[in-house]
Structures are given as C-alpha cells and as structure tokens.
C-alpha cells in the first residue's frame, strides 16, 4: 500500500510516500519525500505571517507533488490512499492541504484521511533506525505544544503533563529574538550556546517539583532581564554564547527530570521524543545519559523527521487506515485540538 502524505500545517510544505511493501524487505517503509520550507520568506518578519504561508503552498502542492512522484519513480495512478494534516494549526495553511489532498483522492478514488499533525510528530521515532515498541513515553517538543503523553498503541494516547503557557520551542524562538538570532531561533540558539558555558548563568526551572505539566514564560521573562541586564548581551560572543547556553541547560534540564519523572511514574522502559525541538543535541546526549541510569532508552526520528515533514503524516495514515478508519468526502480542518 503506497500512502502520500501531505504536511501543510505551519511553515514548511512536506510530501512523502510511504510504502508498506518496503517493510517486508527491513526498510522503514519510506519510499521518497520532498520538503520545501517557507523559512525565508518569514524570516523577514520574525516569525510565521499565516496568510503569506497559505499561499506559498498553493504555489509549491503540484510541483512538489510532480517532483516526488518523479524522485520515486511512480505515477500518481500508484498512490493507493492520501493522508493531511487535519489539525492542529494555521486555519488557512492546514486548508491548503486538507483540499488539494481530499480532491486529490477523489480524482483517484482513493480513500483519504485527516491526522493530527502531533500524532504524526509522535510515530516518526518509528521510522527512525532504533524504533521504540508500544508502551513508550513520549515527549513532544514543538513551536506550539510540549506534551508528555502515555503512547499505549495507535490512537491510544493518554496525557500526563502539558505546558500551561509557552511551549519549549517557542521559548527557543523567543530567547533567539532577545539576543537577536534570526528565525527560526531553535537551531540558532542551538549553535550559539556550542561556544558557551551553561553553568554561566542561572535561570530557572519552573514547576520542577509539581507534577508532570511544563511552564516557560517565566523562563522567556528570565532570559529578557538577564539579556537587559548583562553587559555585552548585544556585542559581545562570549557573553552572548554563555547566555544562549544557560538557557539551553535550563530547559533541558527541566524537560529531561519531567521525563525520568513521567517513566518512573509510568513504569515505562522507553522514551521517545519527537518534534522540532527532538532535533536539540543537548536534550538527546543528557536524555541518553540521565535514561542509562534508570535503565530506559531514548528513541528519536532521524534529524530530518523531527521538524515537520510529509513523512510523518505518511506513515500516521497508513497506520489509521491499516485501523480501518478513512475521513467523509466533506472537509473538516480543526486549528486547535487535542490529541
Ligand atoms: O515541529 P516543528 O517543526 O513545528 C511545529 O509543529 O511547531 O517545531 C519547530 C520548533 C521551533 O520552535 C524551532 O525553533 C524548534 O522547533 N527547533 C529547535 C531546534 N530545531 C528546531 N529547538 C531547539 N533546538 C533545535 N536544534
Ligand atoms: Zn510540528
């Protein structure tokens, strides 16, 4: 069964065909993909401008489509069901998506299905060459959710904690904007902080004793006066790198004691991350390293499936459909939803 996923949820148009003849041959199952990211064309503005992004995937659907049949060799009469991003996020964006998908498969009167863009996020650690088994933890990092869910099968998932403000990755791209790194911060401060020291400064770790929910605006106003406050914040790397490395350690740090937490709570032996801010090299060497000690493992996509991707969406699919599960011919998007 050859299934095309479609991710039109935010910033980036991602296409990918996942077939599940490879996996009788010990392959993953993905058979091509294509991804085409608007980050440019945001960069000016500092962040995602939703009507702007609407329709810069109208433009890219069908070349994008045309290329990635062509990469996999395929014709599109090949394509046995379609899976897109139904929800969470932008309205116009997930339409984009959610019509060229669903009218796609009506033209090739094939079955189509709407998936949550985070379940799509939580699956891709199993298209990766370590693949986690049910039960697993699962901590979902992203620009707009931090979730720690129970994973105890497909569509079975069940919420421990959630941020009750910001989410990790817009805390990233916050404290990027502070100290003046271009969008999208993530991976920028990311690189800064390879330089700094991040015992430097202290920041702190909100709600580390109560429970399994996050907070991080606190975190954001932390970082605003210590950026005010530290002479050199705007010119100096030194200072700068020390900066973007404390607060780094400090949400690491908060995210991993959540996690050991959430599989001790749980009794669970895995931990799967997964969302842009998975692709965080400090969060996966101190999660390796603190999960050792309780002997659990931690399971990640590779990098490239960490930020959003087609693939993901691909794979959801052809699990939900596998379930026996396929959406009406009328189009539903739902801009906010739980999992
Ligand atoms: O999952 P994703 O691509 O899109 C959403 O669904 O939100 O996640 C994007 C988020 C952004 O906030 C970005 O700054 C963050 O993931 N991110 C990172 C890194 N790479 C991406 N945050 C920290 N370190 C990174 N290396
Ligand atoms: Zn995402």
Same mark, same amino acid.
């Given at each position: 069964?050859? *299934?095309?996923?479609?991710?039109?949820? /935010?910033?980036?148009?991602?296409?990918?065909?996942?077939?599940?003849e490879?996996?009788?041959?010990?392959?993953? %199952?993905?058979? #091509?993909?294509?991804?085409?990211?608007?980050?440019?064309?945001?960069?000016?503005?500092?962040? +995602?401008?939703?009507e702007l992004?609407?329709?810069?995937?109208?433009?890219?659907? *069908?070349?994008?489509?045309?290329?990635?049949?062509? $990469?996999?060799?395929?014709?599109?009469?090949?394509?046995?069901?379609?899976?897109?991003?139904? &929800?969470?996020? =932008?309205?116009?964006?997930?339409?984009? &998506?959610?019509?060229? %998908?669903?009218?796609?498969?009506? %033209?090739?009167?094939?079955?189509?299905?709407?998936?949550?863009?985070?379940?799509?996020?939580?699956?891709?650690?199993?298209?990766?060459?370590?693949?986690?088994?049910?039960?697993f933890?699962?901590?979902?990092?992203?620009g707009?959710?931090?979730?720690?869910?129970?994973?105890? #099968?497909?569509?079975?998932?069940?919420?421990?904690?959630?941020?009750?403000?910001?989410?990790?990755?817009? /805390?990233?791209?916050?404290?990027?904007?502070?100290?003046?790194?271009?969008?999208?911060?993530?991976?920028? *401060?990311?690189?800064?902080?390879?330089?700094?020291?991040?015992?430097?400064?202290?920041?702190?770790?909100?709600?580390?004793?109560?429970?399994?929910?996050?907070?991080?605006?606190?975190?954001?106003?932390?970082?605003?006066?210590?950026?005010?406050?530290?002479? #050199?914040?705007?010119?100096?790397? $030194?200072?700068?790198?020390?900066?973007?490395?404390?607060?780094?350690?400090?949400? +690491?740090d908060?995210?991993?004691?959540? /996690?050991?937490?959430?599989?001790?709570?749980? %009794?669970?032996?895995?931990?799967?991350?997964?969302?842009?801010?998975?692709?965080?090299?400090?969060?996966?060497?101190? =999660?390796?390293q $603190?999960?050792?000690?309780?002997?659990?493992? *931690?399971?990640?996509?590779p990098?490239? =499936? /960490?930020?959003?991707?087609?693939?993901?969406?691909?794979?959801?699919?052809?699990?939900?459909?596998?379930? &026996?599960?396929?959406?009406?011919?009328?189009?539903?998007?739902?801009?906010?939803?739980?999992i």
């Amino acid at each position: 069964m050859k *299934v095309l996923g479609l991710e039109t949820s /935010c910033d980036e148009t991602g296409l990918a065909i996942f077939d599940s003849e490879l996996l009788a041959e010990g392959k993953n %199952g993905l058979l #091509g993909q294509v991804l085409y990211s608007q980050i440019e064309l945001h960069a000016t503005y500092g962040g +995602v401008v939703p009507e702007l992004a609407s329709r810069d995937h109208i433009r890219k659907l *069908v070349p994008l489509l045309d290329e990635l049949l062509a $990469q996999c060799d395929i014709s599109k009469d090949e394509i046995d069901a379609i899976a897109y991003t139904k &929800g969470p996020g =932008l309205i116009g964006a997930l339409m984009t &998506g959610a019509l060229f %998908g669903r009218s796609l498969a009506y %033209g090739l009167d094939v079955p189509a299905i709407g998936i949550h863009h985070m379940e799509g996020h939580l699956l891709s650690p199993l298209l990766g060459p370590n693949p986690p088994k049910f039960p697993f933890v699962s901590l979902l990092v992203s620009g707009g959710h931090t979730l720690l869910v129970a994973a105890h #099968g497909i569509g079975e998932y069940e919420i421990l904690g959630e941020s009750i403000d910001d989410a990790a990755g817009e /805390c990233f791209d916050k404290a990027a904007k502070m100290l003046g790194l271009p969008y999208p911060g993530g991976p920028n *401060v990311a690189r800064l902080a390879e330089q700094g020291d991040p015992l430097k400064y202290e920041l702190p770790r909100p709600m580390l004793h109560r429970g399994l929910d996050f907070s991080f605006s606190g975190m954001k106003t932390a970082v605003h006066n210590l950026v005010k406050d530290t002479p #050199g914040s705007d010119n100096d790397e $030194q200072v700068r790198a020390d900066i973007a490395a404390s607060f780094q350690h400090a949400v +690491v740090d908060t995210l991993v004691k959540k /996690c050991v937490k959430a599989l001790k709570q749980t %009794g669970m032996k895995q931990l799967v991350i997964a969302g842009g801010v998975s692709a965080n090299l400090h969060l996966r060497q101190t =999660l390796e390293q $603190q999960l050792a000690k309780i002997g659990a493992t *931690v399971h990640y996509a590779p990098l490239e =499936l /960490c930020t959003d991707n087609g693939a993901m969406i691909a794979y959801a699919g052809y699990q939900r459909l596998q379930a &026996g599960q396929q959406d009406a011919l009328s189009v539903s998007c739902v801009p906010r939803w739980n999992i």
